[in-house]
């Protein structure tokens, strides 16, 4: 056996005799839901949002399926929606925040949930990544990863003031998991 193969031999032996001996306890982290695309995220402003603030109408509905559940099996779908009034620009949609929302399960079920936003412009696309807690109802005190994702072409000629924003289709995926 060449040298250099020897040498690395035994590194590669320790890591696989330490991963045998080492291992992550079954019970650690356990998703108790997760939802994928086709869930979407529609919001709409009226008048629509432009590069100077303004006062507009804003609604906004979240469609969560399919979900999948293993502690709430007949848990296959959720919903959220948001209807208000305040001062924005299609600057504040890039803005980092904190949220909290209700999501109503097919169940008839709800989770409360208390988040940070963080916005990224990733090539074409606009990903809204929320973090935090169910606060209360079902499966509270879990983690919660919620990804958004749309375009943001409207919303880059906005910020330049080329354009406006009257809406954004994105889609979703959703996980809580207890900790």
Request: aromatic residues 4%; contains cysteine; neutral net charge.
């Amino acid at each position: 056996m060449p040298r250099m193969s020897r040498l690395l031999a035994v590194p590669s032996s320790l890591v696989l005799l330490v991963a045998l001996f080492v291992s992550v306890p079954a019970s650690a982290v356990v998703l108790d839901v997760t939802c994928v695309p086709p869930s979407s995220d529609l919001v709409t402003y009226d008048p629509a949002l432009t590069v100077t603030p303004r006062n507009v109408a804003i609604t906004a509905t979240t469609t969560y399926g399919p979900c999948v559940s293993a502690g709430v099996p007949g848990l296959t779908s959720g919903s959220r929606t948001f209807q208000g009034t305040g001062s924005r620009s299609c600057l504040s949609l890039l803005s980092t925040g904190t949220e909290t929302f209700t999501i109503t399960w097919n169940t008839g079920q709800t989770s409360t949930v208390s988040v940070s936003k963080i916005v990224n412009v990733v090539g074409a696309a606009l990903v809204v990544t929320f973090t935090g807690t169910v606060t209360s109802g079902l499966f509270a005190g879990d983690a919660v990863l919620q990804t958004v994702t749309g375009p943001s072409a409207d919303i880059t000629l906005c910020t330049l003031g080329l354009g406006t924003v009257s809406s954004i289709n994105s889609l979703v995926t959703l996980e809580i998991t207890s900790v």
